[in-house]
């Protein structure tokens, strides 16, 4: 799906219809007008999103209404994701004597499932997709992986995540993984609100399904990047009129959505790739048994290829 959207916006233009009512959409200006914060203007969530979840209980990435998802997001910002299903939450809850404690218990915990578990899933596959792709693309291009080396082996072992903010090839290289592999393929899908909405030079009524596939976005030829289907972390450090400046660069920054329901764990994720990849690419190497990956596209973009892992320095040496 992924590599059919970024065809068809090549051979179409700047929209392509998808299905009788679904508009895909690869241009940045009409992917700040879909995904915008104004209260006012937000195009919400299809009812695509009603069966990741029960649907009689959404939860907050299934959740379609914009009200109850702000209110659903300020009871998880006070205590984290899991906000008001947290332990402490509860446990305060029960202190201050909720009546019918044992049905708001149960009620809890199956709200808290149904939420962790959407969380589980969004993290956990989304990041080990990321690390999959940023390691396939380091060992396809020994020179890039060198580059990182030089400067790991420099730093301090093990890591810290504020260390890590002053490595500028490590920040191009996760920036570079998460534009050329956004973990999800398909088009976020929104609806067109009240009025209307006016993109790609064209009015779409309101009720229409429009969105944006991150793979079509940040591999838009017509956008300010070149060579875009090629793995280059240096493009995120030039600045020149090459057009691949950092200000220039910012199109391609939509693997975690946008709007108000951009991605809740990205910190949490970031925080994890900046910690993994250094501390792997220091320590181990890895050795790909496939000439080639293949990957499958059901919502996220899963890479697939073997590789065996040694201790680096074992590995260097020659041994087994
Ligand atoms: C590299 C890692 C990640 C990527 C690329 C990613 C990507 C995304 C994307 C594209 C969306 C928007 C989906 C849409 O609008 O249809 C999203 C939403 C979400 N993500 Fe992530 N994600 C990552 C990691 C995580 C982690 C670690 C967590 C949780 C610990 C998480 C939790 C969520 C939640 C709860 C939402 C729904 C937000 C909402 O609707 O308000 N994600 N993510």
Redesign the pocket.
């Known amino acids: 799906m992924h590599e059919q959207l970024i065809e068809l916006h090549r051979r179409y233009g700047p929209v392509v219809r998808v299905a009788p009512n679904c508009y895909s959409f690869n241009e940045p200006e009409d992917s700040k007008v879909i995904y915008n914060t104004t209260a006012s203007k937000t195009f919400p ?1 299809t009812n695509f ?1 009603h069966t990741s979840g029960d649907p009689n209980r959404p939860n ?2 299934s ?1 379609s209404s914009e009200k109850d ?1 702000a209110a659903r ?1 300020r009871n998880l910002g006070t205590v984290g ?1 899991f906000g008001e299903y947290h332990p402490l939450s509860v446990r305060i809850n029960t202190m201050l004597g909720t009546k019918h404690v044992g049905k708001v218990l149960d009620d809890l915990a199956e709200r808290s499932l149904n939420e962790v578990g ?3 899933g ?3 596959d ?2 080990g ?2 690390l999959g792709a940023a390691f396939y693309y380091l060992y396809r291009n020994p020179e890039i992986l060198a580059t990182l080396r030089q400067e790991i082996d420099g730093g301090p072992d093990p890591i810290s995540f504020e260390e890590t903010q002053q490595m500028p090839f490590l920040q191009a290289v996760v920036k570079e993984t ?1 534009r050329i592999h ?3 393929g398909y088009i ?2 929104r609806t067109v609100p009240a009025g209307g909405a006016h993109l790609a030079g064209r009015q779409f009524p309101e009720g229409t399904q429009v969105g944006v596939s ?1 793979w079509a976005l940040h591999q838009n030829e017509n956008a300010s990047s070149i060579d875009r289907a090629t793995f280059r972390p240096q493009r995120w450090l030039e600045g020149d009129e090459t057009n691949n400046s950092k200000a220039a660069m910012s199109f391609a920054r ?5 709007g ?7 910190n ?3 925080l ?2 900046y910690k993994v990849i250094p501390l792997v690419m220091r320590n181990f190497d890895l050795d790909i048994q496939d000439d080639d990956w293949s990957l499958f596209c059901t919502w996220f973009v899963w890479p697939d290829y073997s590789v065996r892992i040694r201790p680096r320095a074992m590995f260097e040496a020659g041994s087994t």
Do not use: D, W
């Open positions: 969530k999103y907050v990435f959740m998802h997001k994701l959407s969380n589980i969004a993290g956990s989304t990041t997709i990321t998460l956004p973990a999800v976020l899908r991150a939509f693997q975690f959505g946008g108000t329901r951009i991605c809740l764990g990205r949490i994720s970031l994890e790739l």
